[in-house]
Nanobody, 122 residues
Framework: QVQLVTSGGGLVRTGGSLRLSCAAAVSPPNFVFSTVGWYRQAPGKQRELVATITRSGDTNYSDSVKGRFTISADYTKKTAYLQMNSLKPEDTAVYYC??????????????WGQGTQVTVSS
């Protein structure tokens, strides 16, 4: 079983910062993070990919957040983070984490967190 708990969202003014967390509770405990992605979905829009990080540490960002957001992961704690700086009103959305799990060389699959609301006021 896998449960991803997303937290850290809230209301912030333009230019502010937030740090989102995505913590995994897994059973059996040998499930480990592989690739982690953060996505967001604004009202009336499709869900879009914001950032990804692989287990080897390679990161990728959408052009809209590059230079402002930083994705990271603590594999020992099975927690992923999204540090968001210089927030803009257009960053307002529900943010979701998506984690692909491995158990040794076995591909378990990907799971979604429940989402956390980020609202940036102008």
């Amino acid at each position: 079983q896998v449960q991803l708990v997303t937290s850290g969202g809230g209301l912030v003014r333009t230019g502010g910062s937030l740090r989102l967390s995505c913590a995994a509770a897994v059973s059996p405990p040998n499930f480990v993070f592989s690739t982690v992605g953060w996505y967001r979905q604004a009202p009336g829009k499709q869900r879009e990919l914001v950032a990804t990080i692989t287990r080897s540490g390679d990161t990728n960002y959408s052009d809209s957040v590059k230079g402002r957001f930083t994705i990271s992961a603590d594999y020992t704690k099975k927690t992923a983070y999204l540090q968001m700086n210089s927030l803009k009103p257009e960053d307002t959305a529900v943010y979701y984490c998506n984690v692909y799990f491995l158990a040794g060389s076995i591909r378990i699959g990907d799971y979604w967190g429940q989402g956390t609301q980020v609202t940036v006021s102008s």
